[in-house]
């Protein structure tokens, strides 16, 4: 009896899997940043596959973090150094409430089991490098300071792959995101960050239950792909 329940649950598992993938695949052609004033616009645009951003003010004000070297200990005060940077932080995780950031992909909002990969990241004078968002959403929130985002439509992947990114800014949605600003970027999309004096951000790269493992495979082996199950555009 057991066996057989475990090949169910194995068989419905797979049949959420295939089309948790073909989402996956999915992005708006003509999508752009959705600047949204209240939850349900933003809600609406997430399920467009926009990118969209709100403003959630706090009172961070952040000038020196405690770096936990495993050997030792170092006090990283921003002013003393001319760079800075601090990519995908779990221990810096500390230094905010995130009990207070904006709930939009939490699980109340979704009838899946969502798994969240939070970090912290800290830039100064810092150009950043092409990330892709496999993540179903990926979540930049500007805890202090701000930042310059490049945001790239999927259907620029071809024109701007293996370049240099000042080569490819003329296809990116620029945006100036500064302290409060918090943007949901969709699966697919592309962006780098250029930082002049400093900017403290919390990440999070959210997905379920059925696209953490086709996801963690992308994030980490540059040569898989998901398979060609449908057209790529909404």
Not at 143 to 151: A, E, P, Q, S
Request: proline share 3%; aromatic share 12%; net charge negative.
């Amino acid at each position: 009896m057991f066996k057989i329940l475990l090949q169910i649950v194995l068989i419905l598992y797979i049949i959420f899997l295939f089309f948790n993938i073909m989402d996956l695949k999915k992005y708006n052609v003509n999508g752009f940043i959705k600047t949204c004033s209240d939850e349900d616009e933003a809600k609406q645009n997430i399920l467009n596959l926009n990118p969209i951003l709100l403003n959630h003010e706090n009172d961070y004000e952040i000038n020196e973090v405690i770096i936990d070297k495993d050997t030792y200990i170092e006090n990283l005060v921003f002013e003393e150094r001319d760079y800075i940077e601090i990519d995908n932080d779990k221990s810096l995780l500390r230094i905010i409430d995130r009990g207070i950031l904006p709930s939009l992909l939490t699980q109340r909002h979704s009838k899946i089991t969502q798994v969240n990969n939070e970090s912290i990241s800290i830039y100064k004078n810092n150009q950043g490098i092409l990330k892709n968002c496999y993540s179903n959403n990926t979540i930049i929130y500007i805890v202090d300071g701000d930042t310059t985002l490049y945001l790239f439509n999927p259907k620029h992947k071809d024109e701007i792959k293996d370049k240099q990114v000042e080569s490819i800014k003329k296809w990116a949605h620029i945006k100036k995101l500064q302290k409060g600003d918090y943007l949901i970027i969709p699966t697919n999309w592309l962006y780098f960050l250029e930082t002049g004096d400093k900017c403290i951000l919390y990440n999070n790269k959210v997905n379920n239950i059925f696209t953490i493992i086709p996801n963690f495979i992308r994030d980490n082996y540059e040569t898989f792909k998901l398979p060609d199950l449908i057209s790529s555009v909404k």
